[in-house]
């Protein structure tokens, strides 16, 4: 078996290993056991949610996933697609007076669609934690599981304005990092890939938690989807 061979033949292993609980099927993901986040045309595709509204109360209620997957995530899947679609009509009417303002668009709408997608699934509704090689890589980078819990919670909370918490899957230093992320696209490293990602917009959590975001963060630490974590490491590993 050759290295493309393998790839792809553990890429397969991974996308029927990295489903979540319920209702999610192969279909969301592609081949290479990435979220499948684009339609065959290219554009981009709002899944539904991998479980019931009402699945992570009372960590998180109901309303507010409802709102937050359909208007703001779904909010993102349209403007993503209107930038592309602007940007193909300025090249193809090769006037790019303004393709500028679409390509930092696009960067902004997309990276939210990555990143929602992803939250969604590394979600669950009981304590669980992190195991296995998941475990080691933590233990390795950070030390421990506690103190990677300590720091990506520090990371989270302190977010000027809206934004996320990450834990990433670095391949050029073949490490785990946590990223602060402003909006969706700001202060990444190039080449990371999120594995785990906490929204701290205040669209996440305003309604339960009013002006509480560190609640908000400590509950949301409460109902990791470690495993899911752990299948979006195999994956990240094996892609590079
Ligand atoms: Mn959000």
């Not at 792809?8 to 996308?15: G, P, Q, T, Y």
């Not at 990444?188 to 594995?195: E, K, L, Y």
Request: net charge neutral.
């Amino acid at each position: 078996m050759n290295r493309k061979q393998f790839l792809s033949a553990s890429a397969i292993l991974s996308a029927s290993a990295i489903l979540p609980n319920q209702s999610v099927v192969a279909q969301n993901y592609s081949a290479n056991g990435l979220d499948k986040l684009t339609d065959a045309k290219g554009d981009f595709l709002h899944l539904p949610l991998p479980y019931n509204k009402n699945f992570l109360e009372p960590y998180m209620d109901e309303e507010t996933v409802y709102l937050h997957h359909t208007f703001h995530h779904g909010g993102a899947v349209k403007g993503a697609n209107k930038d592309l679609q602007m940007i193909r009509k300025a090249m193809d009417e090769n006037n790019l007076e303004t393709v500028d303002y679409w390509t930092k668009k696009l960067s902004y709408h997309f990276s939210s669609h990555v990143l929602h997608t992803i939250f969604w699934t590394n979600l669950t509704n009981k304590k669980n934690e992190p195991t296995g090689e998941l475990l080691k890589r933590i233990e390795k980078d950070f030390g421990s599981y506690d103190k990677l819990k300590a720091y990506l919670s520090k990371t989270s909370k302190d977010v000027d304005g809206n934004g996320w918490g990450i834990l990433g899957y670095q391949p050029y230093s073949d490490k785990l990092v946590i990223l602060q992320c402003e909006n969706h696209e700001k202060l990444t490293q190039w080449g990371v890939i999120p594995i785990l990602v906490i929204d701290v917009w205040e669209h996440s959590y305003y309604l339960k938690y009013k002006n509480k975001r560190n609640d908000f963060v400590d509950a949301m630490l409460n109902i990791i989807n470690w495993d899911n974590v752990a299948e979006r490491l195999n994956v990240a590993t094996k892609l590079v």
